[in-house]
C-alpha cells in the first residue's frame, strides 16, 4: 500500500463524522457530499505528514466550505426571484452505519432543526453547529470565522438562544382539564361489619390411665 491509499484510508475513517459536520452546516445531503470531497481535495494536496490531530483537521477544514457554500447561498438570497431554500430530509437508510453516521440518519427526524438553523448567520450557525453539536473548542473555530474567541462564544451563545426560541414548547395544561384527564378511580368498596363469632374451647376430660 503505497502512501496515497494509506492517506485515503485515514481520511475515509473520518468521512462519517465530516458527513455529519457538513450535513447540519448545509442541510443538503449533496452539498454535503460535495463538502466532504472538497475536504479530500484539499488533505490530498497538502498530505497528512505534517498534521498532528488529522480529525480536527479535517474538521475545520470542512467547515471553512461549508462556511464558504453558505456565504454563497446567502448572497442568492438577496436576489428576489432566488427561491427560499428548504433542508434536505433523510430518508434512506444508511449502508455500513457507524456512529457517526448514526448520527446522520437521527437528522432524518430533526428537520425542524435544520430549517431553524436556517435562520442564522453563516457565521453564528458554523459556531453553533461545531461547538454545540460537535465540542469543538471555541479557539479552534475562531480562526475559522475569523473572529476573536470570545466573539465566536457570543456567536455560539446568541444562536442557542434563537435555536431554543424557536424550539417547540410543551402547551401548558389547566389543573381543570388535568382533573378531568385523570382516570376516574372506583368508588370505595363498602365493607359490611358482621358480629364476629366467639370461639369456644371445649375441654374434654384427661383419660386416666388404670393402676397395674
Known amino acids: 500500500m503505497n502512501d496515497d491509499d494509506l492517506l485515503a484510508d485515514r481520511f475515509e475513517q473520518h468521512r462519517g463524522q465530516l458527513r455529519a459536520v457538513a450535513y447540519r452546516m448545509l442541510g443538503s445531503v449533496p452539498e454535503a457530499e460535495d463538502a466532504v470531497q472538497e475536504t479530500w481535495l484539499r488533505l490530498s494536496r497538502t498530505g497528512a505528514d505534517e498534521i498532528r490531530n488529522l480529525g480536527g483537521w479535517l474538521t475545520t477544514v470542512v467547515g471553512r466550505v461549508c462556511l464558504d457554500l453558505l456565504r454563497v447561498r446567502a448572497a442568492r438570497r438577496e436576489d428576489p426571484i432566488d427561491e427560499t431554500f428548504v ?5 434512506a437508510p444508511l449502508t455500513h452505519l457507524d456512529p457517526e453516521e448514526e448520527l446522520l440518519k437521527a437528522d432524518s427526524v430533526g ?71 385523570r382516570p376516574s378511580s372506583p368508588p370505595p368498596a363498602r365493607v359490611t361489619s358482621t358480629p364476629s363469632s366467639r370461639s369456644s374451647t371445649r375441654t374434654w376430660p384427661c383419660a386416666r390411665t388404670p393402676a397395674p
Open 111 to 181: 428537520l425542524a432543526l435544520l430549517v431553524v438553523l436556517e435562520t442564522l448567520e453563516p457565521a453564528e450557525r458554523l459556531a453553533f453547529v461545531l461547538h454545540d453539536l460537535f465540542a469543538v473548542p471555541f479557539d479552534d473555530i475562531a480562526p475559522i470565522v475569523e473572529r476573536t474567541s470570545a466573539t465566536t462564544r457570543q456567536l455560539a451563545s446568541r444562536a442557542r438562544r434563537r435555536v431554543q426560541a424557536a424550539s417547540p414548547r410543551p402547551t401548558p395544561t389547566s389543573p381543570a382539564s388535568a382533573r378531568s384527564s
Open 87 to 91: 433542508p434536505d430530509p433523510l430518508i
